[in-house]
């Protein structure tokens, strides 16, 4: 199931969130955020929090969240992440679907992200999404003391005819 959260959210979700994000990004070194800089960014009201989970959510472990933001007519992905039991099974796929939907939805025109070029795993789920490279960061992160550039991926959202 995936639950999308938007508003504040309470301590415990966004220390379990910092856990999963600790987990999955420990193999692309990747700086994980800090539960309190997660629950801050979901004071903003342009940022959601899509949460994937067993079906019962107050007792299950997360599977994945994504956080995005929307403003301007655009939707830009902060961080996306699978707990590692559960990656290869679909599950960012699914999450990533549901967010592109409520875009189509909400009228936004496209939606940008950022991928370390060392990133396989990631550059392929979005390919298979079907977002495309539409610029590069030189040195734009930093990995254990190694700077690495990014590609920008775009995907354009086609509005729902009402
Ligand atoms: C990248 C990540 C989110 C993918 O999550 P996932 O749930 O395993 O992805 P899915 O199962 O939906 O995979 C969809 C497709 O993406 C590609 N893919 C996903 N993981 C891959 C991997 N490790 N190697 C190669 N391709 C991969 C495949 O094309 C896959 O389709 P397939 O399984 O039918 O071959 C996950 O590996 C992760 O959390 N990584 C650490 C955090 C991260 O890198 N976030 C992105 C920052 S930009």
């Not at 995936?2 to 193999?27: F, H, M, N, S, T």
């Not at 309190?36 to 342009?46: G, Q, R, Y």
């Not at 989970?53 to 992440?81: C, P, Q, R, Y």
């Amino acid at each position: 199931m995936i639950y999308l959260q938007e508003g504040p959210i309470a301590p415990v979700l966004a220390k379990r969130v910092a856990d999963l994000q600790a987990c999955a990004y420990a193999e692309t070194g990747m700086r994980p955020w800090h539960a309190d800089e997660i629950a801050s960014l979901l004071n903003n009201s342009c940022n959601r929090l899509y949460v994937a989970h067993e079906d019962d959510f107050k007792n299950a472990s997360l599977k994945a969240f994504l956080l995005v933001t929307f403003v301007a007519g655009e939707a830009e992905i902060l961080a996306i992440a699978v707990d590692p039991h559960h990656q290869r099974c679909g599950v960012a796929s699914q999450i990533m679907k549901r967010m592109i939907q409520d875009c189509e939805q909400a009228g936004i025109g496209h939606i940008m992200l950022e991928v370390a070029e060392t990133n396989k795993a990631a550059q392929s789920l979005y390919h298979t999404l079907t977002f495309v490279k539409v610029g590069y960061r030189l040195q734009y992160y930093t990995f254990d003391g190694i700077e690495v550039d990014a590609y920008i991926l775009k995907r354009q959202i086609e509005p729902v005819t009402k």
